[in-house]
């Protein structure tokens, strides 16, 4: 039993940044790889990024690439999103996802946020 929640959405001009927060509860939060996926509206969500529970493997969405990293501070039960360079493209509403496996850019996770509205205007 895991409860997820973001922080940091908000808007932005495109270039601009942002860096989002997920705050885990309920369970020890080091057993559990991470990821973000964002859904836009009329759109399907789709993986942004993911990071195993030791932050050594991580894997991003070819369309982020470059401009985004994800890292996690496992002592603040905390996973962030530093979103930089952003685009129009980039709206969404933002979705923190944990399980106990790495499931990289897999939907499956156990465990979902309330997701954190990010808006990129042109």
């Known amino acids: 039993q895991v409860q997820l929640v973001e922080y940091g959405g908000g808007l932005v001009q495109a270039g601009g940044s942002l860096r989002l927060s997920c705050t885990a509860s309920?369970?020890?939060?080091?057993?559990?790889?991470m990821g973000w996926f964002r859904q836009a509206p009329g759109k399907e969500r789709e993986f942004v990024a993911a990071?195993?529970?030791?932050?050594?493997?991580?894997d991003y969405a070819n369309s982020v690439k470059g401009r985004f990293t994800i890292s996690r501070d496992n002592a603040k039960n905390t996973v962030f999103l530093r979103m930089n360079s952003l685009k129009p493209e980039d709206t969404a509403v933002y979705y923190c996802?944990?399980?106990?496996?790495?499931?990289?850019?897999?939907?499956?996770?156990?465990?979902w946020g309330q997701g954190t509205q990010v808006t990129v205007s042109s």
């Open positions: 309920g369970r020890t939060f080091s057993s559990y790889a």
């Open positions: 996802a944990a399980d106990t496996i790495y499931r990289g850019r897999s939907d499956g996770y156990a465990y």
């Open positions: 990071i195993s529970w030791s932050g050594g493997s991580t």
